[in-house]
């Protein structure tokens, strides 16, 4: 909620201090830089300077700073290498491992603008109609990926968006997917409703840029799809709930019954976890076999490895060390955020105070005093403005938190798909076992007949009918379990790697902003205090 | 002008040979002591003089004064020296709580210093009996002449005030004046619209730092809240990566104490003389209420006086033996109706020369404020620029090292 919030005060902010600096012409002449209201969003923070227009930093500054000076790293002008001065909305820079990572992907840029509100079609029940809002959603194609065309425009709702992420949820276990944006809060209010689509906008251009980075849900066709289709959203938006429902309904009589070999699940079907769907007797099956698992005396013959086991608890680790730091770093955000609000606020008052007192100035002290106030307003506004900007590029740095915060979730979900896979596998396992014991029973209660027993024997036969379709079904899920281990293993080794990296690269950037910010701020101010001296130099 | 400290006082040993020293005359308002149990709880201060003026005691005396006993000079002063601008006073407090927390004692005592001191640096205030009984008498003289003045019906000159003011409407309804009688000089009128004024933009420009400073606290919070969160992160990342964490976390925290502390110079030398100059203005509005009323009675006894004396002539006309009644009369109202005069025009006159001294105290007071503003924040700036300096030697490490490590 930081980000958003924050930019959204700072355009209110810039507009409003615009217009009462320019009314007042003690101002003007210092604080016409023209400052963008909010910092572009694709351009690395670590190089890329805000442009400010005329304002050269202070004479004082480099005696003031020893070198390194990390206000001239942070405020060099911008080079032409990169092109056009002010951001092209496409521009790369290789300085941080994300943008490396992004310039990879096919996606070269995604972009989520223009919310519109539509009335839902007729078939809606309420009358009057209920509204949703749609968004422009535009994609730049890196050259060279298979799709003709450079960019592509296309209308998306948010329900369109949870089908995305539904249908990546099945497609892509065992991956770390990032979350999706949260879905409706339930008192949101009207009142709030141009901040919540400005926030849900954001959220959902971040979330597309996350998938668009992913090594491999990046090329996946569902996005592809998402991002290119034009018209309605071509996914299914559900994965046959209705068929199965029926079938559960229809299957579990014949399961109870023991007609096994037409009850019998579909091996394919034995890939996706038991839980979404509507196979009862698989649930209850599983569940005891979990409850097994646990109580039971004897171990099940697959079991999960001691090095995954460590990882998932190191992931849990982390998951629970970032909620707080992410919180934090929110309301550390908000603070500064406070600070330079109040800050241009007193500017603006000692400005509006220097007007009164100049309407008729008689006594010279007057004067002085005004000149005095002057020098400190332009200075608090000032030093507003560059907390302010401070401020939009440690939104950006710290932004790795929520990031990661995402990843760890991601991360749970993943290994959650794992386990259930395994837990399918033991049951069947136990399935089989059970099964064959019967078999053998009635064979061995078969023989001792001469002859042979015909119901027992067509019985047997049956019972072999299912053998071999619970194998297949076990085949199937084994290899599902080690397709998802191999995602699993896949995904935290990348995410080892690129961790490292991009926290680093996150404490380097807050750090040295940080440094360069409050160089520049405290040189603003010593320039005033200097101006000042001679008054505590009088009193003393 | 005034600093908040005294000025060092003169060596009392000096060679008789060395020109004699310039007068001078300094206090100090200090030790802040709570006294009493419960509800009658309160707050002494120790009140030191230094001066070598021959109308005090001696070069040094201590008292031990209470928050009401500087009220008690106030309110005397403001009865005696009206035309001229009493310092004011800080306010009494509204609310229990806060009554003895530190912060408000301190903010209290300095202001109740400033405030002797620039009574005892105005030409015609230092002069004042009631600050030398206030300066040197013993704490039972002191009490007593506290109690001498606190009443249910107020002190007995506003009484008189009241009465004269009940009068003076009854006389206005009676003459058929219904408005108040003001002054037209449009340089009265110039300076009452500066002043009222003044008191509006000023108060917004206190709201503002008071709120700087609160916000200041708040950043301090919520960075120490961060640097914990970056501690605790870092114990679960890896080797040298989890070391810059601690750092961060531990660079945070430090900072956090730093903006505590600018949040309480802020409070202490920007907001307290913002506050000062609101209460400066307000005082000043006192006097113009004072010229107001003094104008006012000009103006009725000489219209009263000149009524008596057209039916002093009318008697005399006719040869009443009531003339020589109305003759004492109408003499005893015109020294009345001189005095009134001569009281407005000195409030007239004190104005003037007390408005272009509060100009330029307000320039000095106001200079050496944006100056400790500007030094405070400067100062801050920095601290913040070289904690984070720190951090990056342990960042430059951590690149060069292996990923994994």
Redesign the interface.
Same mark, same amino acid.
């Given at each position: 909620m930081g980000m958003d919030a924050f930019l959204g005060f700072a355009s209110i902010w810039a507009r409003k201090e615009r217009e009462i600096v320019a009314r007042s012409d003690a101002a003007a002449s210092d604080c016409r830089t023209a400052m963008p209201s909010s910092l572009p969003s694709d351009v690395d923070p670590l190089l890329f300077p805000t442009p400010r227009g005329g304002d050269a930093p202070s004479p004082s500054s480099s005696s003031f700073l020893e070198p390194p000076s990390y206000a001239d790293v942070v405020f060099s002008p911008f080079e032409s290498s990169n092109g056009a001065s002010d951001q092209g909305p496409f521009l790369r820079l290789d300085a941080s491992p994300r943008s490396a990572r992004a310039a990879a992907s096919d996606y070269l840029r995604i972009a989520v603008s223009d919310p519109q509100t539509e009335v839902e079609a007729a078939n809606s029940l309420v009358p009057g109609g209920t509204t949703y809002v749609t968004y422009l959603i535009t994609t730049r194609v890196r050259p060279g990926s298979d799709d003709a065309g450079p960019e592509f425009s296309v209308r998306r709702r948010f329900r369109d968006v949870v089908t995305l992420a539904d249908r990546l949820a099945e497609a892509y276990r065992g991956f770390f997917i990032p979350p999706r944006p949260d879905k409706n809060l339930v008192d949101s209010q009207i009142m709030q409703k141009h901040k919540f689509v400005e926030h849900r906008r954001l959220a959902l251009e971040k979330y597309l840029r996350r998938l668009a980075e992913h090594p491999v849900i990046g090329k996946s066709d569902e996005l592809r799809v998402f991002l290119q289709a034009k018209g309605k959203l071509p996914l299914p938006t559900t994965t046959d709930v209705a068929s199965r429902m029926m079938n559960g309904a229809v299957r579990l009589p014949k399961q109870l019954f023991g007609e096994w070999a037409a009850a019998q699940v579909a091996p394919q079907d034995i890939v996706q976890p038991a839980k979404g769907g509507r196979d009862l007797l698989r649930i209850f099956k599983e569940l005891k076999q979990a409850l097994v698992n646990d109580w039971g005396g004897v171990k099940p013959s697959v079991v999960e490895d001691k090095e995954f086991l460590e990882r998932k608890e190191k992931m849990q680790d982390l998951e629970r060390q970032l909620t707080p730091a992410s919180q934090q770093a929110e309301a550390l955000i908000r603070s500064q955020q406070d600070v330079s609000e109040i800050m241009g606020g007193l500017g603006l008052t000692f400005i509006k105070l220097i007007k009164f007192e100049t309407e008729e100035t008689v006594y010279s002290s007057q004067r002085i005093r005004a000149a005095d106030t002057k020098n400190v307003a332009t200075a608090a506004v000032k030093a507003s403005r560059l907390y302010q900007e401070l401020n939009a590029h440690t939104v950006k740095h710290l932004d790795t938190l929520h990031e990661y915060l995402g990843l760890t979730i991601a991360a749970r979900s993943a290994f959650s798909d794992r386990t259930s896979t395994l837990l399918t596998v033991q049951t069947l396992m136990s399935d089989l076992t059970t099964l064959n014991t019967r078999v053998e029973k009635l064979e061995a209660a078969s023989s001792k007949i001469f002859g042979g027993d015909r119901s027992r024997l067509r019985k047997v036969d049956e019972l072999r009918e299912t053998i071999r379709v619970t194998e297949d079904a076990k085949s199937c899920a084994i290899r599902e379990y080690e397709r998802i281990k191999k995602n699993n293993r896949n995904e935290l080794d990348r995410l080892d790697r690129e961790k490292h990296d991009d926290f680093l690269s996150m404490l380097k950037g807050f750090v040295i902003n940080q440094v360069g910010y409050s160089e520049k701020i405290a040189s603003v101010w010593a320039t005033i205090a200097e101006e000042t001296s001679r008054y505590a130099r009088d009193n003393n | 002008?005034i /600093?908040p400290e005294t000025s060092p006082p003169r060596s009392s040993s000096q060679s008789p040979r060395s020109p004699p020293a310039a007068p001078f005359l300094s206090i100090s308002v200090t030790d802040p002591v709570k006294l009493g149990n419960g509800v009658q709880a309160y707050i002494s201060y120790r009140v030191i003089t230094r001066t070598n003026l021959p109308e005090f005691q001696g070069p040094e005396k201590i008292v031990i004064r209470r928050y009401s006993d500087f009220v008690w000079l106030h309110d005397r002063l403001a009865e005696k020296y009206k035309g001229i601008f009493i310092p004011p006073l800080p306010e009494k407090s509204a609310v229990e709580k806060f009554r003895f927390s530190t912060e408000f004692i301190e903010m209290r005592r300095q202001a109740l210093d400033i405030f002797i001191n620039r009574i005892a640096s105005h030409p015609e205030l230092k002069q004042s009996e009631d600050l030398r009984t206030f300066l040197q008498e013993d704490e039972e003289t002191m009490e007593r002449a506290r109690s001498q003045e606190t009443g249910i019906f107020k002190k007995p000159a506003d009484l008189i005030q009241i009465f004269k003011d009940v009068q003076t409407k009854v006389s206005d309804v009676v003459l058929g004046k219904e408005k108040p009688v003001e002054e037209t000089d449009p340089e009265y009128e +110039?300076l009452k619209h500066?002043i009222f004024?003044?008191e509006d933009? =000023?108060a *917004?420009?206190q709201k503002?730092?008071f709120?700087?400073v609160k916000?200041?606290r708040?950043?301090g919070?919520? #960075?120490s809240?961060?640097g +914990?969160?970056?501690k #605790? =992160?870092g114990?679960?990342?890896?080797n040298s #990566?989890g070391k $810059?964490?601690s750092e =961060?976390g531990a660079k945070s925290e430090l900072l956090s104490i730093k903006l505590q502390k600018e949040a309480h110079n802020l409070l202490m030398n920007f907001e307290e003389p913002l506050k000062d100059y609101v209460r400066a203005v307000q005082s000043i509005k006192v006097t113009f209420a004072d010229r107001a009323n003094a104008f006012r009675q000009h103006c009725e006894l000489a219209e009263t006086t000149k009524l008596k004396e057209i039916n002093l002539d009318k008697l005399n006309l006719m040869r009443s033996d009531k003339v020589r009644e109305a003759e004492m009369e109408y003499r005893e109202l015109k020294a009345e109706s001189e005095q009134a005069t001569r009281r407005f025009e000195t409030i007239v006159r004190l104005m003037n020369e007390e408005? $272009?001294r509060f100009? *330029?105290q !307000?320039?000095?007071d106001?200079? #050496?404020a944006?100056?400790?503003?500007? !030094?405070g924040?400067?100062k801050l700036?920095?601290d913040?620029?070289d904690a984070?300096?720190s $951090?990056?030697p342990k960042?430059e490490a951590? /690149?060069v090292s292996s990923?994994?490590g």
């Open positions: - | 002008m /600093s +110039k500066y004024g003044l933009h =000023l *917004e420009t503002q730092a709120r700087l916000r200041h708040e950043l919070q919520s #960075l809240d961060f +914990k969160a970056m #605790l =992160l114990a679960c990342e890896g #990566l $810059v964490f =961060l408005i $272009v100009q *330029e !307000k320039t000095a106001m200079g #050496l944006f100056h400790q503003f500007a !030094k924040q400067a700036a920095n913040i620029a984070w300096r $951090v990056l960042i951590c /690149s990923p994994h």
